[in-house]
């Protein structure tokens, strides 16, 4: 019989390469780039006249939902030209969150920091290009100087925004979106790999045990789908709320 064989527990944080510098985490964000552009290339290529269904439905709903669920609600209609890039973050960061609940991978691209950085860099270069495109460079002193603040406390507002503006928007963006998902893929492995040492082990006495941490990975993995969703949802409504206050400002 087959045995079961989970990563080993010193993969947790770093996997093999598959060959130089592309390990397993590379493969994944490029099957979930692809995976993306295939299911939106067939659905372009459905009839749109008629009723959707298979992918197209899929894609129609995406796109819904990411206009009437991230984009109305933080940026409302004149948003709307900004859904191909919210909708491709969303899709990707999702898709690169699911592996993280599929035996033997077990691991979501953006628990290594990498692909979050990298993300959240891009929504960072976005923002403040569009703020400088709407305002000019009164965008700076806009973000600095908010209206309504008396004077002599300008001197403690400006550094204050300024940083949390322009630094800790990208780091926040990062650290939520790795951590979140490092820490469901560390209990996801934990409980796998106690569940396999338990189960076919060579103590007889043990193997009844290991239905407790199985009972609890299963837990974690449904736990783990929402988390998988919920965080490619936070982080893409963030970006829409940036991009948004960096436009309008005076929402």
């Excluded at 060959?19 to 299911?39: D, H």
């Excluded at 338990?198 to 988390?227: A, R």
Aim: net charge neutral; with cysteine.
């Amino acid at each position: 019989m087959l045995a079961l064989e989970f990563p080993p527990i010193n993969e947790i944080l770093r996997w093999k390469d598959l060959f130089p510098t592309f390990n397993k985490v590379a493969l994944i964000g490029v099957a979930a780039a692809l995976i993306a552009i295939v299911i939106f290339l067939l659905a372009s290529n459905q009839d749109g006249l008629k009723a959707p269904k298979g992918v197209r439905n899929l894609a129609e709903t995406i796109v819904e939902f990411i206009e009437e669920q991230i984009i109305m609600p933080t940026m409302g209609r004149q948003g709307l030209g900004w859904t191909p890039f919210l909708l491709s973050l969303f899709v990707f960061i999702y898709l690169c969150n699911v592996p993280g609940i599929i035996p033997i991978i077990y691991m979501p691209a953006t628990a290594r920091i990498a692909i979050p950085l990298v993300l959240s860099l891009l929504v960072w270069v976005v923002f403040i290009g569009v703020g400088f495109k709407h305002q000019g460079i009164s965008y700076i002193k806009n973000s600095l100087f908010p209206p309504g603040v008396p004077g002599p406390l300008y001197i403690l507002v400006a550094p204050i925004e300024f940083i949390s503006t322009f630094l800790v928007r990208p780091f926040s963006l990062t650290v939520r979106l790795f951590a979140n998902m490092l820490a469901g893929h560390i209990l996801l492995v934990t409980f796998a790999l106690l569940t396999e040492e338990l189960v076919q082990g060579d103590s007889w006495i043990l193997k009844p045990v290991g239905v407790l941490p199985f009972f609890m990975l299963m837990f974690i993995t449904g736990f783990e789908v929402l988390v998988g969703f919920l965080q490619a949802y936070i982080f893409t409504i963030l970006a829409s709320v940036y991009i948004g206050g960096a436009a309008h400002p005076e929402h």
